[in-house]
């Protein structure tokens, strides 16, 4: 029975461990993706050998039962057996899956995002095996498959969670070195402070501030060589606040948070080891409730507002894509609708005139 894909369950037979060895490196290595993305590609693969189990299709070493499910009526019939099998597998995974962890555990059907990214899994790996002669290949399978598109669900767009300018200073201002009680707690502070600077003050994700070394900062050239998503580097601006916040940290604390100070990453924990993203998540966290901000502001609250603030104060949309990086305008467009929400509830709390319209437009009792 296939209840997982893991490397170390011998009893699996849904999936030969070279085989997701194999595809694994080829994420890794041809695709360039981060160790981060590809965990979450082969976990979104699960539901698919959960609902082959379920349907009772022996996927096989090297996806021979599956090929020989696909075939079982003739290379002619194969695109129908594909499109039918993708049917009933989106139509189990909106209603008929029960989660098993996470915020929704024990419930079933899962989100339409959540959907969405695992077709997109699911597609990828089935590549890999149609490229690699395991499966025989389909008009589903191409890419920008018009058909694939009708069995993916349109996922429900939630504009991103921001806080406003003055909350964001608040936070980026919560630690405190001078009311450390020791070197390192001060030490920590100033790290604290540099961190969130470099979150709001160039909209990083929270495992680029992470995995930044010391080499990846020019403080002269108030600039920083930062890796997104697909190990893509891109060079950010560091604004003034942001520079004094690292140069101070570089200079008074971090020798004291590593001896020796060996450890190429910039940020490091009490033990001297890089900084990890749950630490500063939580670090996040941790300030934003000591300030009194809602709770559930996270780093990526921060980039959120980054974005938004930059498109507020009259940034051009495709320099705010590029400082984000951004592969699509699309993925930043979002952000334009935020700032046109957040400038029409500005227009009717504080214009007169909007207020008497609103005011006339009441029903009278």
């Known amino acids: 029975m296939v209840t997982a894909i893991r490397h170390d369950d011998a009893n699996n037979e849904a999936i030969s461990a070279p085989l997701l060895a194999s595809y694994r490196r080829q994420l890794e290595t041809s695709r360039g993706l981060s160790p981060a993305t590809v965990r979450n590609y082969?976990?979104?693969?699960?539901?698919?050998f959960e609902y082959l189990t379920n349907e009772d299709i022996h996927f096989g070493r090297d996806g021979r039962g599956l090929r020989a499910f696909i075939q079982r009526n003739g290379t002619a019939e194969v695109s129908g057996v594909y499109r039918?099998?993708?049917?009933?597998?989106?139509?189990?995974l909106v209603e008929g899956r029960r989660i098993t962890s996470g915020k929704t555990a024990g419930?079933?059907?899962?989100?339409?995002?959540?959907v969405v990214r695992t077709l997109i899994a699911l597609r990828a790996f089935m590549r890999y095996l149609i490229d690699r002669h395991k499966l025989p290949d389909a008009p589903?399978?191409?890419?920008?498959?018009?058909?694939?598109r009708r069995f993916t669900p349109k996922p429900t767009r939630r504009l991103p969670d921001i806080i406003s300018a003055h909350e964001a200073s608040r936070l980026v201002e919560a630690p405190n070195p001078a009311a450390a009680t020791g070197q390192k707690q001060r030490a920590a502070a100033l790290r604290d402070r540099a961190v969130l600077e470099l979150l709001y003050g160039s909209g990083l994700r929270v495992s680029e501030a992470s995995g930044l070394n010391v080499g990846d900062v020019a403080l002269d050239r108030r600039s920083a060589r930062v890796w997104g998503k697909g190990s893509k580097a891109r060079m950010v601006p560091l604004g003034r606040p942001a520079v004094d916040a690292v140069t101070l940290y570089v200079q008074e604390a971090r020798g004291l948070l590593a001896t020796p100070a060996s450890n190429e990453a910039l940020f490091l924990n009490q033990r001297g080891g890089r900084l990890t993203q749950r630490s500063v998540q939580l670090m996040v966290l941790r300030y934003a409730a000591s300030v009194d901000l809602r709770p559930g502001v996270h780093p990526h609250t921060l980039r959120h507002s980054f974005a938004t603030h930059l498109l507020d104060g009259g940034a051009d949309l495709r320099i705010v894509q590029e400082l984000l990086g951004h592969s699509s305008p699309s993925a930043t467009q979002v952000y334009t609708h935020i700032s046109q929400t957040e400038a029409r509830r500005a227009y009717m709390s504080a214009h007169p005139l909007a207020q008497q319209v609103h005011k006339t437009a009441e029903p009278t009792p």
Request: glycine share 6%; hydrophobic share 40%.
């Open 42 to 48: 082969l976990a979104d693969l699960r539901p698919f």
């Open 140 to 148: 589903l399978w191409q890419p920008s498959s018009s058909m694939m």
């Open 84 to 92: 039918q099998m993708i049917r009933n597998y989106v139509s189990w």
């Open 107 to 114: 419930q079933r059907g899962h989100a339409r995002g959540s």
